[in-house]
């Protein structure tokens, strides 16, 4: 039951990714952070997602949930 991610471009196995910061884009306006990754032998993009770590611009002294 191992799990044997491939590649959808070079075939390789995908153990690691690199990992780009790229902003997503609506209707031409830059609107998140986002993240890439991508197969590190053929540097196909496998993904993209909205980048979790991002924080929403702050729009008042919001005490933060912790
Ligand atoms: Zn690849």
């Known amino acids: 039951m191992a799990i044997q991610g491939a590649c959808p471009k070079c075939g ?10 790229v902003v997503g884009m609506v209707a031409g306006d830059s609107k998140a952070r986002c993240l890439s990754y991508s197969c590190i032998h053929c540097n196909a993009v496998l993904g993209v997602q909205i980048d979790p770590r991002a924080k929403p611009r702050a729009r008042s002294a919001a005490p933060k949930a912790s």
Do not use: D, F, Q, T
């Open 12 to 21: 390789k196995r995908v153990l690691h990714v690199n990992v780009e910061n």
